[in-house]
């Protein structure tokens, strides 16, 4: 069955035989995802879809990873993150300022 996972890379690892491995962080826990181009080891993201995962490492950015049916990664989709200290900031100012 397709489906989806959302969060953010909080690490990658890149290695000098181009492996990659990327700590990506969704519902509370972390998951490790890894490409290797070494077909003896396991690797279970493609190319492609790791270096764009990497590439988000210490930005703003939300990533939503979707799988197929056969539970292999698919496609990602990027977006900004929204701040939720900003939004709480602004929820407790409107607050204590009723009237604006």
């Known amino acids: 069955m397709a489906h989806s996972i959302f969060g953010q890379v909080l690490a990658v690892r890149k290695f000098v035989n181009g492996d990659i491995e990327v700590d990506f962080y ?5 998951t490790e995802y890894r490409y290797s181009s070494d077909t003896s080891r396991l690797g279970n993201f493609p190319k492609e879809l790791i270096e764009n995962l990497a590439s988000t490492l210490a930005t703003d950015i939300c990533i939503e990873i ?7 990664p698919t496609y990602v989709e990027l977006e900004e993150c929204d701040d939720e200290d900003d939004s709480e900031e602004e929820e407790e100012f409107d607050e204590d300022n009723p009237e604006e």
Do not use: P, Q, R
Request: aromatic residues 16%; hydrophobic residues 25%; without cysteine.
């Open 26 to 30: 969704h519902d509370e826990k972390i």
């Open 66 to 72: 979707f799988f197929g049916d056969d539970g292999n």
